[in-house]
């Protein structure tokens, strides 16, 4: 199936002439459940001319490879919060699992960093539902590729209509193919939005999503994987 669909959360960008492609939640194989190298998703980020988050659980350890690849990538961790997960974007030193979902919001907010609410409303995962939480973070995932039914996206764009919350999405890529189907764009550079949390929330203002869904299936290979890693920790080296 192939969502395509505009969302514009507020006034628009005068600059139409710059389309960025971002996708805001995507792993690498330093968390337990993806097999994704880093120098894989960075030359195929590289040739689709699309940014992602990388945001690892409970983890910044692939920043410094992806950096050292030359890669354009915002520095993001989806942390396990206590009540749920939660994506910090822009982080420079990580924020522990099991952390109260509110402290983290303040450890996000000290440095400098954005809140990110991944598939809130996703009843098979961890989403952080609780309004008066939700209500706190800065940017909504309005699409996550992983959702088994489009009502939890759809309850999502939803929550963020009436909240007046900006949105934008991603592909929580876990297995290389995944990555590329979905993503959005915004009119802005990446140097405008590379250090600077503040222009990405300017550029979320306008954003146009490209929203697919990822195969039913790769919910049950991440099993696997994360099963895999576990118990056989040598068949995956980094
Ligand atoms: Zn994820």
């Not at 919060?81 to 402290?103: A, C, M, N, R, W």
């Not at 039914?149 to 009436?162: G, S, T």
């Amino acid at each position: 199936m192939k969502l395509d669909f505009h969302l514009s959360s507020g006034q628009k960008n005068s600059d139409k002439s710059v389309n960025l492609k971002i996708d805001l939640h995507c792993h690498t194989h330093y968390s337990i459940d993806s097999i994704i190298k880093p120098r894989e998703l960075a030359a195929k980020a590289k040739k689709a001319s699309i940014v992602p988050a990388i945001s690892d659980h409970n983890t910044l350890a692939a920043h410094k490879e992806l950096h050292a690849l030359g890669m354009r990538f915002i520095p993001s961790e989806e942390i396990r919060t206590i009540e749920g997960d939660l994506i910090g974007l822009y982080l420079q030193e990580v924020i522990p699992k099991k952390t109260p979902f509110l402290e983290a919001l303040d450890m996000i907010k000290e440095q400098g960093a954005l809140s990110y609410l991944p598939h809130m409303f996703d009843k098979t995962r961890h989403g952080v539902a609780y309004h008066q939480l939700a209500n706190k973070v800065d940017i909504i995932e309005a699409f996550n590729a992983r959702c088994p039914l489009q009502k939890y996206n759809d309850d999502a764009i939803h929550f963020a209509k009436k909240h007046k919350k900006l949105i934008a999405a991603g592909s929580d890529s876990h297995f290389l193919f995944e990555f590329g189907r979905t993503y959005f764009e915004v009119s802005a550079e990446f140097e405008d939005i590379k250090d600077n949390p503040k222009a990405l929330l300017r550029a979320l203002k306008s954003v146009k999503i490209h929203a697919k869904k990822a195969p039913l299936f790769v919910r049950g290979s991440t099993l696997v994987v994360k099963f895999a890693k576990r118990f056989f920790a040598g068949l995956f080296p980094r």
